[in-house]
């Protein structure tokens, strides 16, 4: 056969009659690859003075479909053909771009419509939700990254998903940990699912957070967990602990008649002031005490909130410099970023288990770009935070 000489005309009919056969081009992309490949062993045998040792199979992608290739070895083992390489890379980007689209909201069954425009063969979901191996390793690992050993503000609040577990699907808490370093930039240093919450699994959450390299913290703003200042004292015992006072007004107002919302509406923010440079915890505490006589003459409910000294955590913030209180009594920095995991998961209704919806946020979280930018005005407070000297 290496004797045959054809025109190049007879060459072209050849092709020509292979290309037009069902699957000719990948057939004829096959056989050009693996002849590209035993070409570069020929010459890697002379360079190296090796010998040849067979073929392995080797699974890539070719045109967007799968190709079967026999990939010639030498008998050393070190022989490795550059389009491999080539191939690889070509593999990779289209893992990326698959995972890409699914993070900005498709379906997998959108993602595979998507690659069939493309690549002319439709791919089932099972064969998109394997290019997302990757996704899964790169979340996995960020999720497990070292951290700084101090962040001067820790945020913590939740969005409510509905995951499927076995054949029973719920809305579950899904927490994210939201930390300010020390140059006034943020970063998501977790993000927690709770199927059932508990103190103890916050006190493990803490711990985890500390054994990842956080060895102290100044302050910790949450929404209204249950007995999360116990937990945060047990494992960082010098933070200060702000509990949301935008979770506690929605926590007022669901207690009230319609007709009587705006009305405590407004007395509420008499309560929680931001701007009086004097103010501060005791006399926020007065405030609380003033509104909740005040109302639960009418709402037994909210009497009951002005007994239980736990509400007193709502005003900590009063006693930092009154110019960042705005960016410290409440959880809002992170509802922005609720908003994005909702606007990536609510097309695809039940997310299937708990691992893809972390693989989801993971992913929103850790391309936070909004992040990277300093906070202007939070280093006005230097008595409580060490914030890192600029220049």
Not at 264 to 271: K, N
Not at 276 to 299: A, C, H, I, L, M
Request: hydrophobic share 35%; proline share 4%.
């Amino acid at each position: 056969m290496k004797n045959l000489n054809f025109t190049q005309e007879q060459i072209n009919e050849i092709l020509v009659e292979i290309s037009e056969k069902k699957d000719g081009l990948d057939l004829l992309l096959k056989h050009a690859l693996e002849a590209m490949m035993r070409g570069e062993r020929e010459e890697y045998k002379t360079l190296a003075q090796d010998m040849s040792n067979g073929y392995r199979p080797r699974r890539t992608y070719g045109r967007g479909k799968m190709l079967e290739l026999r990939v010639p070895r030498t008998r050393n083992g070190s022989f490795y053909p550059l389009i491999l390489g080539l191939l690889r890379d070509q593999e990779e980007e289209a893992r990326k771009i698959a995972f890409t689209l699914y993070g900005a909201g498709m379906t997998t069954e959108q993602v595979g419509e998507v690659f069939g425009n493309l690549y002319g063969k439709e791919y089932s979901t099972s064969q998109v939700s394997r290019m997302f191996d990757y996704a899964r390793k790169d979340v996995a690992e960020w999720l497990k990254r070292p951290l700084e050993s101090y962040y001067p503000i820790l945020f913590i609040d939740a969005t409510f998903i509905s995951t499927r577990r076995e054949d029973h699907v719920s809305k579950e808490a899904y927490y994210t940990i939201l930390g300010v370093r020390a140059d006034r930039t943020r970063e998501v240093l977790a993000i927690v699912n709770f199927p059932t919450e508990s103190a103890s699994a916050w006190v493990d959450i803490f711990v985890e957070l500390r054994n990842r390299g956080v060895e102290s913290t100044n302050l910790v703003v949450s929404d209204s967990l249950s007995a999360i200042e116990d937990s945060v004292w047990r494992v960082y015992p010098e933070a200060e602990v702000q509990l949301c006072v935008v979770h506690l007004e929605r926590n007022v107002q669901k207690r009230i008649k319609p007709a009587d919302k705006a009305a405590v509406g407004e007395d509420f923010r008499e309560v929680f002031r931001t701007d009086d440079s004097s103010d501060n915890p005791e006399k926020g505490w007065v405030r609380w005490q003033w509104f909740t006589q005040k109302w639960g003459k009418k709402y037994p409910s909210i009497k009951s909130m002005g007994e239980n000294e736990r509400y007193k955590l709502h005003f900590t913030y009063l006693g930092f410099n009154y110019r960042i209180r705005p960016m410290i009594y409440t959880t809002n920095w992170i509802e922005r970023l609720n908003r994005d995991y909702k606007r990536t998961t609510r097309m695809r209704g039940a997310l299937p288990n708990p691992e893809a919806t972390m693989l989801l946020l993971g992913h929103v979280a850790m391309n936070r770009k909004a992040y990277l930018r300093k906070v202007p005005k939070l280093n006005y407070e230097t008595r409580k935070f060490a914030w890192q000297e600029e220049g």
